[in-house]
């Protein structure tokens, strides 16, 4: 039985639609101002996103980042959010939130959990006493934080699981956990809950829950259990399943997913919102994402290298300081990597800025209707020889009618 149509804090504006791929370009308008889609949003796990202050991190153009819902609830804690006002006055954030609810870290991190129908059992890592996530409490936690999207309790299980009884139970037990975090939504005029579609690898499963989905009417749409290690030909075929059945209008979400080719091929498959901790965790360990793929500016090479991260780069540490930048050097990063936390900083900066930047300019390809041409540039500069494009993205681009191999 599907839920009763609930309120909606949010519009999702369609601009234009790719006349070949599946790519759309919106404005998703939301409580804290509008966000441009396709969009890539960055993880600021602890209401902090590692090394930038909130200042640094609008610069990049981020109108939308992730806060997580198990670490706040630990550490500030309910009654502090309460106390403050929420997550955008306690890190002094004025765009716009997405909290997860939590459950992920649940499993992922905690070998203790145990997932039954009322919720999510596991020990405290702060003192080992018993605790319970049920979807009631990740909602209340949500509400608590006040974000601009929530994302429903759903039961998470590796796409790389033989147990194809577990994953159906999760599947089944995700619907039903979306019941209850709707019901439990204090704030639906001014929060939005998005569904979560769950069911491994097995496309009649997400077929079968992507209509349950649908029916309950949610703001949003996630495609959630991807990115778990599951071959790149398999995440597409779901991703290109699950986005055939869904309503035009409502944003669509593919969770956990960052690496620059997977969300340039994932927006032809129709998809609108990632993220992931990647960008900003490798710049931890030196690496800087160019068009050109991934340099380990730790490298040897890179010593006496002064040019800027990327040439051409606009985002706050390429940029000259003739052009209002900080001029940071290859040199430079090379220098205080692993030494000194200004290095991760100012790469993070840039990794940042070019993932919003390359949904940027994805976005302005499909309103000129020239994604398929955008997508041929993209990989021409990320491939030096098309023979060594990757066979999942020629055979997912095929699909969606962009022959990645011609001229």
């Known amino acids: 039985m599907a839920a009763p149509r609930i309120p909606s804090a949010l519009t999702y504006e369609l601009l234009a639609k790719c006349s070949v791929t599946k790519a759309r370009a919106a404005t998703l308008h939301l409580p804290h101002g509008p966000v441009p889609l396709p969009i890539f949003m960055p993880v600021a796990t602890q209401a902090s996103l590692k090394g930038l202050t909130p200042e640094q991190l609008e ?148 077929r079968e829950c992507t209509r349950e989905m649908v029916d309950r009417d949610t703001p949003g749409i996630a495609i959630g259990g991807l990115s778990g290690g599951e071959d790149k030909a398999s995440y597409c075929k779901v991703v290109d399943t699950c986005t055939g059945l869904l309503p035009e209008k409502k944003p669509r979400y593919v969770m956990g997913v960052g690496y620059p080719e997977d969300l340039v091929v994932s927006v032809a498959l129709g998809a609108d919102m990632f993220d992931c901790v990647w960008p900003t965790r490798t710049a931890r360990f030196g690496n800087a994402i160019t068009a050109r793929g991934v340099l380990n500016l730790r490298n040897a090479k890179y010593v006496d290298d002064f040019g800027p991260v990327e040439e051409g780069c606009q985002c706050m540490s390429c940029r000259s300081r003739e052009e209002g930048g900080l001029g940071i050097t290859r040199a430079y990063i090379n220098h205080t990597t692993a030494k000194e936390t200004v290095g991760a900083h100012v790469l993070t900066i840039h990794n940042v800025y070019y993932q919003l930047n390359l949904m940027k300019r994805a976005r302005e390809a499909i309103i000129e209707d020239q994604y398929p041409a955008f997508v041929k540039e993209f990989f021409a500069n990320l491939y030096d020889d098309k023979s060594k494009y990757p066979k999942w993205a020629v055979d997912a681009l095929s699909g969606v009618g962009v022959d990645l191999l011609s001229d």
């Open 59 to 206: 610069e990049t153009g981020c109108r939308l980042c992730l806060n997580n819902t198990y670490h706040l609830g630990l550490k500030p804690g309910q009654a502090t959010l309460d106390a403050v006002g929420g997550a955008h006055k306690l890190q002094a954030w004025p765009h716009n939130i997405l909290t997860d609810s939590g459950g992920f870290q649940m499993v992922s991190l905690l070998e203790l959990a145990k997932v039954t129908e009322e919720g999510v059992r596991f020990l405290s890592p702060h003192d080992g006493t018993p605790m319970l996530l049920t979807p009631e409490h990740s909602i209340s936690l949500q509400n608590s934080i006040g974000s601009d999207i929530m994302m429903q309790l759903d039961d998470v299980i590796a796409t790389t699981s033989p147990d194809i009884a577990r994953i159906t139970e999760a599947m089944h037990r995700s619907i039903r956990w979306l019941d209850r975090c709707i019901k439990a939504n204090k704030n639906p005029e001014k929060q939005n809950l998005f569904c979560i579609i769950q069911g491994g690898l097995d496309l009649d499963l997400r």
